[in-house]
Every structure is written in C-alpha cells, then in structure tokens.
C-alpha cells in the first residue's frame, strides 16, 4: 500500500520535481512549488489559502516553496506564501501559518503550530506541541521541545506585537514560556516550565518561574567531567558535522 | 481548486443555508443545521455522533446548529448536540464535544480542546491549544491563550466534577492552570504559566504559581500613561464597538 | 450515515475481526491486527510505517495488533510495531509511535502523543494532549492530565535519554513536567503545574515547581473525614472492580 495516489488532488497551477510522492487524499493547491525527491505522506494539505481567499474574489494565491528531499507527514498543513528550505521534515498534523521563511534541514513536530511570518535559520527543530506566536524568530540550530510557547502580546489584547527572537545553538525545554519581545542570547540552556521574562545573555543556564540565570552552560559537566555545552561536541545526529553515512 | 464538493458527505436529514461552501472530504451528519453563508473547510466533521452511538441501537442523534457566516477551518470536529450562534470562526483541528452552548462571534482556535457542557458567551475567543473542562463556563469577551487549562477534578479521578467559571473581559494568558471550580471575575489578567488555585475578584492582575494578587489591572499604563486596561478602549479587532468596515 | 466503508483503504495483508467496523477514509496497512467487535473511526490511520519505510527498499513493515473491542476514535495514528490489549479506546488525533506495548482497557486521550517505545500496563489512561517521551514506563491505572509531559533528555540534545517510570495507580495533574528518569512510585498524586526533579516515593503528594512532598496522600480527606486516596474506594467508572453493568 505504498503511494497509490488515491484521491490526490493537485492544482495544474502547482509544480512538483522530479521523484516526488503524494500520499493518499492529500490536496496540492495553486502556487505550489515542491523540491525534487521531497515525499508528501497522507491527509496533507499544501498551500492553504490565507484568509482573504474567503471573502476577495480577486484573491491571488501567494507561492509556497518547499525544497527538495522534504519528508512532509501526514495531516501536516503549510499554508500559501512559505518559503522553505531543502531537506524539511514535519511531524504529524503540523501547522506552519502564512509568510513564514524557514532554512534547511528543519523540522517542525507533531502538533507543533507556528503563527504567520515566522523566520527559521537552519538545522532549526520543533518537536512535538511548540506553539510559536507570529512573527517569532529563530536562529540555526535551535531546538525546543514540547508544550513550549513563545508569545508577542504583553497586554494582551492587542496589536502592539514583539515576538521573541532566539540565538543560534540555543535550547529551550518542555513547557517553557518566553514572553514577548525577549532576546535570548546563543547557546543558552532554557530549563523545564521556565518563564522567560528579560533578555538573557549568551550561554545562560535559566531555570524557574520567572526564570532567573543559575550560571554559565559551560559550566555544566557531564559525569566524566567533560563539558556539555556547546553541545556541539557531543551530538551530531542529522546535523553538518555529522559522520554518520 | 476552490469548493469542489469533491468526497463530500452530507446527511439528507442535515439542513445546509444558502450559500453555504463544504470543503472537500467533509462529513455532516444527521440532524445537523448550519446557517447561511457559512464555510465549512476541509476535512471537517460536524455532527459527531456521542458514545451512544457506537453501542445503543435506539441512538438518537442530538441536533448540532452553527449560526450564520461561520469559518469553520480544516479538520475541526464538532459533536452532535451544539448550539453554535453566527459569525463562528474555527481554527484547524478544533473539537468542540457534545452540549456545548457558544454565543456568537466566538473562535475557537487550532488543536483547541472544548470538553462537553461547555458555555461561552459572546465574543469570547480560544487561542490555540487551550484545554476546557468539561461544565467550563466563559462569560462574554473572554481571551484564553495557548497551553492553558480549566480543570475540574480537585482529586482524581473522581465524578465529583466542578468546573471554572470566568467572568466577562478576561483574559488568561499562555500556559496557566486554572483549577477546579474556581470562579475568576469580569476583567482580569491571568498571567503566563499562573496557576489559579483561589476565587479571584474583578479587575485583579494574577501573577505565579500558585497565583497572588499583584494589583489592579486599572494600575496598568502604557508608556504614554495611558491604562491598559479595561483593554476595551485600546482595542477593536471584531469587536462590535469597531470601526473597521 | 453509519459506516458506509467509504473511501476505506484496507491491505489485503491486514486482518481484520469479525464485527470491526471501519470509518470513513480511514487506511488499515499492512500487517495489522484488529481484534473482534472493534471500531475504528473515521480518517485513522493504523499501521502507520516507520521512517524507514520512505528510505529502505527493503522495508518490512512490523506487525500492529490491536486487541478486541477496540474503540478508536478519528484521526487516530497507530504506527507500525505496537501491540496494544482489549478494550483500547482512543480520543481524537491520537498518535501512538511504533513498538509502543499497551495493555487492556487503556485510553489515549484526544492529541495526545506517546513517542515509540512506551509500556502502559492495565487500565492506564492519558486524558487530552499528554506528551510521553521516547520509552516512558506506565504501571497500571495511571492516570495523566492535559498538557503534561514525561521528559528523556536531561541535557538536551543527546542521545543518552532516560525516561520515566511512574508507578501503580499514581496520577499527574495538568501541566506538569516529569524529568528524565524519575521515578515516581505507585499511588502518588502530582499536583498542577509542578516539575518533578528526583524520584518520589510511594503515597507521595508532590506539589510546586520544582516539586516538594507536601504530605502522604492517605492523610487527604474529603469534607466527610473519608480519605480520598488510595482513589481505588471511590471511583470506579470502567475499572474491573465496577458495579456498572
């Protein structure tokens, strides 16, 4: 029961490369342009029209690029005007709004929902249950974990938004918050059910709500007394530097 | 590839409104109504049948109502026995249970997780990911942010149930708890990652875990001096008080 | 509009019960397993191949079983490689990863997402949106609440994860965090919003964060002077000491 396009429906507006898979009722909209070798799994939806489409009959579709060799899973939905790189990778059930640009070699987990124009560098992971607020940006090699939200309403509400904007190599852990508009240095440590209120300077180890800084990450040893972070040295499943064939 | 009825499944015992548009894949079952001019996206399924139905013969299928001007976006599921008013918003895979009574103009966001014998009033909105208990009741103009939770067991398991009540204008921001049978009043700030454990009287700002009174959002000002709250001077998104055309 | 078998996609290397019942566009894969009298709704996905299914030619998909009187709710995805008891019964949009071993009588609740390689014993339950990571180990009648998260990597990223174990009759509130390799012993009770650090010991009653042992759970009493843990003397909806018929 491999890819039998049972009741694949794809825009003659859109362009699919050369190897691509399309798996069982998944709908392809106008403008959609899909890299070579990408495989697009079950229930997906590719191109949702943004809101106007409801109501302006005059509606243009925004282009939505994604790369070559993506592995896209079922029931994830991308919306018209994204912009994402090579080798992309998303959970189940994955929602990426409008307008966002996201680099390659990206994933975006299971659940995981991320609001309209939000910027991704590369090497970048969600996993599972992000919620990133619109406008939310992200440096390369950042990874957070479930149930962590990153917000852009200080007083909610209201449309005076700053969504927060995260260092290369940072790490932030389950069910953390970062409040609008904070800057999180590189190559911090984010700790479990964090609030994260004020800048934070690179290498910070925060913990605690509201998060106070606990020390340098470089500090952080592991049993052998070798250091942790950057964690760099110690992990290099799907990154660059990685020798795995 | 606008509304193409394609794999569309509608009960001859619902009732459609003029101008209503299904998207493709789409299911209505019995005894559903949905009012004119609405929009049912994608891969929804309205009228999901309750427990019953799997193992009593006899099932009689509760009527389902969604008002006038709905947008009821991909993958959302509402169980039969709603009463929804008009200008209803959805976003993706939001799943209302069975009873709920929903005033008008109300949204319930993306992976949004409304439990049975819910009540919201009027203009009342669920950001994305918010979990209510079932019995949950919202006043009018209610804002509830991401990750956050009304919970209605004190000690599980048990089915002495009693679930949060929130008084008009509030707004409780991301990742906060807010415990059972606690009664929240009109006007107030709930902050992220609070965790409300106590009655909390009108206009009071809540901050922490478990949440202390930290003032009167009266108190609150912008830069310019101005207050931010009651927030209903400062902002009209969809409000009936707008002035958007 | 009962189960009309429309849009069903069963392998011929399937084997199906006798009385399942099918939902509409739901797809059964290869070498699943579906016991007697069970129903899958509709959209499911069971048998879902693991990654190597995208890369390997080779691939031989794992076996799936899913015992008799199963109820699985829609959007449900039950990947490759699990083995899962009687009377299952999931909420909506359910994911359970591959090789994940599940006993009889157990619930995974609407949204949750338990990662691979997850042991459930008897009557265990998730409630909405509970997040297990990789390997988690669940005793029988454990409980869990929305939004909370069992952990695996204390350093993250590594490879060196540990999960959880959480043991007998033990339940965690809503929006709680458990650490990499605690243990939690059997008839705890978890309270909202805490994050648990270190291992806890039987009867324990954690609350806070990071959490604190407030008290032994047999001390808790409901307004009558009846204590109210151990919870096996007063509830009793679908465990195996019911009077329900």
Not at 76 to 96: K, N, Q
Request: charged share 15%; hydrophobic share 35%.
């Amino acid at each position: 029961m491999k890819f039998t396009n049972h009741n694949v429906r794809i825009s003659p507006k859109a362009s699919i490369g050369s190897g691509v898979r399309i798996g069982d009722n998944t709908v392809i909209y106008d403008n959609v342009i899909i890299g070579d070798n990408s495989t697009i799994c079950n229930d997906c939806i590719i191109g949702e029209p943004v809101s106007e489409y409801y109501s302006d009959e005059n509606y243009i579709q925004p282009t939505t690029v994604i790369g070559a060799n993506a592995l896209v899973r079922s029931h994830t939905m991308i919306y018209a005007g994204c912009t994402i790189g090579s080798h992309f990778e998303t959970g189940h059930h994955a929602i990426i709004r409008e307008q966002c640009t996201i680099g390659n070699h990206c994933i975006i987990g299971t659940f995981s929902d991320v609001q309209g124009h939000v910027t991704m560098g590369n090497y970048s992971r969600l996993h599972s249950s992000v919620h990133l607020a619109k406008g939310s940006v992200l440096g390369n090699f950042v990874f957070i974990y479930p149930f962590t939200v990153l917000t852009n309403d200080r007083f909610p509400p209201s449309l005076e938004t700053k969504a927060p904007t995260i260092g290369d190599y940072t790490q932030i852990c389950v069910s953390a918050v970062i409040l609008p508009g904070v800057h999180i240095g590189a190559n911090c440590l984010i700790g479990a059910n964090a609030t994260v209120s004020d800048d934070v300077e690179d290498f910070s180890l925060m913990l605690g709500s509201p998060a106070k800084r606990k020390g340098d990450v470089r500090e952080l040893k592991a049993e052998d007394g070798t250091p942790l972070y950057p964690w760099t040295a110690r992990f290099d499943r799907g990154m660059p530097w990685t020798n795995a064939i």
